[in-house]
């Protein structure tokens, strides 16, 4: 038998409660999960509002809300404790140098995932994005991962059934885009994901069989300029030979220490 902790917090309580009925009763109203908690409507509405904010949940066009991705998806862990501490620092840096925000992302099957982000100081901003479950195909970190692989495996990753929950996917048309990506050396998100936001990614070469990881730095899309893409290449090419640097390195340690 589980006792309730002393000290729960209620908030994260009901978020909790509403993610697990998501995933075991299916679609929910506002006002169902309100009777469900026993909270006020704005309350639910605001609970409801943040696990799609997190993936935990989405709207139909009932405007329902149903599971996300994040819990109609689970997948094996990722290993990526280590990736995140060794990418922040330079995250950090890399947001200092381009005054833009900066995120690592790890891609799995086809669907990316950002792990860190830190965000720029500029009122006007991309914000964190951790926790965020993009798919592979759209993503700029998510392309520049899907570069680093054989034509065979991205077809296969996009093969799966539910691959084309965000749309259609030409994959055809995404290889040719991948070959750009390897001979540029970066990826571009013009506004795919989300209005208003684009975004610039390379993958990090990590160490033999990680989890194709990237970097990516994104802006309100009024701010993008194309003069500016050879200079962010550039700051992305530095920060994530770095961390990928570090990061074999420190595999390595592991592996024979």
């Known amino acids: 038998m589980k006792n309730r902790p002393a000290y729960g ?14 995933k075991q009763e299916g679609p929910l109203r506002v006002m169902e999960a309100a009777e469900h908690l026993g909270v006020a409507r704005s309350t639910a509405h605001r609970l409801l509002a943040m696990l799609v904010y997190r993936d935990f949940a989405e709207q139909d066009d009932d405007r329902r809300y149903l599971a996300g991705p994040a819990l109609r998806h689970p997948s094996a862990p990722e290993p990526v404790a280590d990736l995140r501490r060794i990418a922040e620092p ?17 891609t799995v099957g086809h669907r990316t995932r950002f792990v860190a982000t830190v965000e720029c100081t500029q009122v006007l901003r ?11 195909h759209l993503a700029s970190g998510g392309k520049a991962a899907l570069a680093t692989l054989p034509d065979d495996e991205v077809r296969a990753r996009l093969a799966a059934p539910d691959a084309t929950e965000a749309g259609p996917v030409d994959v055809e048309a995404l290889l040719r885009e991948l070959r750009r990506c390897r001979r540029r ?23 033999p069989g990680a989890v ?12 993008f300029r194309r003069d ?27 592996r024979t220490g």
């Open 9 to 22: 917090i209620d908030s994260v309580d009901h978020a909790l409660r509403l993610a697990t009925l998501l």
């Open 90 to 106: 330079h995250l950090r840096e890399l947001t200092a140098r381009t005054g833009e925000t900066t995120s690592v992302t790890v």
């Open 126 to 136: 991309v914000g964190d994005r951790a926790g965020r479950v993009l798919p592979a």
């Open 185 to 207: 050396g970066y990826a571009l998100n013009e506004q795919a994901t989300e209005s208003g936001v684009t975004a610039i990614g390379r993958a990090v070469d990590g160490p």
């Open 212 to 223: 194709p990881a990237a970097v990516a730095i994104a802006m309100p899309t009024v701010r």
């Open 228 to 254: 500016r893409v050879a200079e962010l290449g550039a700051e992305l090419a530095a920060a994530t030979g770095r961390i990928g640097t570090e990061w074999a390195v420190e595999a390595a340690g592991y």
